[in-house]
């Protein structure tokens, strides 16, 4: 049963146009967080939210958003997406400073 | 800053033994995890270090050195599916500080 889940999988955006990717969890942990991660490269932390309080990190740049509206939904907004924004968005979630449990991933391309 | 080494990509033959390395400078240490990630999927879990020695879970087994900010992960009897990168990352302080990744290790297991 997936524990956590990712909606798209796969999700293709223009230039410039906003777009959502969302993630819901049913491990009732209290930690969610997005990630980046490019080709080669190691998941890139861009914000997390323990319990209902927001962390965002100094160099995630102002087009991320997200929201958290209760424990088991957590959302990635991207304002006007760039083409340097296509990449793997992965959604984690950890009771606490536990393991953390990641989803399957939305690939995002921009066109 | 943080830094976390880890071998770009390794080669090994299937049902032998590879160590994988992961060296890291942190400002401050609260853990260690390895993961795994398979191509175009989420990291899993595998493994968790916060005290010096080996930690034996099955094939794959962890070590950890504090003093030497040093970690290994040892698999052994290598499968075809072990082919995967391999996530170290650093729980750089208590508290709700998330993981720091490293850049993963890509293992091509060959017959």
């Known amino acids: 049963d997936a524990m956590v889940i990712q909606n798209p999988r796969y999700q293709v955006t223009q230039f410039g146009k906003p777009v959502t990717l969302s993630c819901s969890q049913t491990l009732n942990h209290n930690v969610m967080y997005w990630y980046q991660q490019k080709s080669s490269q190691a998941p890139k932390l861009l914000f997390h939210y323990y319990d209902k309080d927001f962390n965002n990190e100094a160099d995630t740049p102002d087009n991320f958003q997200s929201r958290r509206p209760n424990t088991s939904f957590c959302f990635l907004d991207i304002r006007s997406p760039g083409l340097g924004d296509a990449a793997m968005y992965l959604c984690?979630?950890?009771?606490?400073?536990?393991?953390?449990?990641f989803g399957p991933g939305t690939r995002l391309t921009v066109t | 800053g943080q830094n976390i080494d880890q071998p770009t990509e390794m080669t090994a033959t299937e049902g032998a033994i590879v160590q994988i390395n992961c060296t890291y400078q942190?400002?401050?240490?609260?853990?260690l995890f390895w993961y795994q990630q398979h191509a175009g999927e989420a990291p899993t879990f595998l493994s968790y270090?916060?005290?010096?020695g080996l930690e034996e879970k099955g094939r794959f087994s962890s070590f950890l050195s504090r003093s030497k900010g040093y970690s290994y992960l040892l698999l052994k009897e290598l499968q075809m599916k072990d082919s995967a990168s391999y996530l170290c990352?650093?729980?750089?302080?208590?508290?709700?500080?998330?993981?720091?990744f490293g850049k993963g290790t890509r293992l091509s297991v060959i017959a």
């Open positions: 270090n916060v005290l010096d």
């Open positions: 942190t400002s401050g240490f609260n853990g």
């Open positions: 990352a650093v729980r750089v302080t208590s508290g709700n500080t998330p993981l720091v």
């Open positions: 984690a979630t950890s009771r606490g400073v536990g393991e953390q449990y």
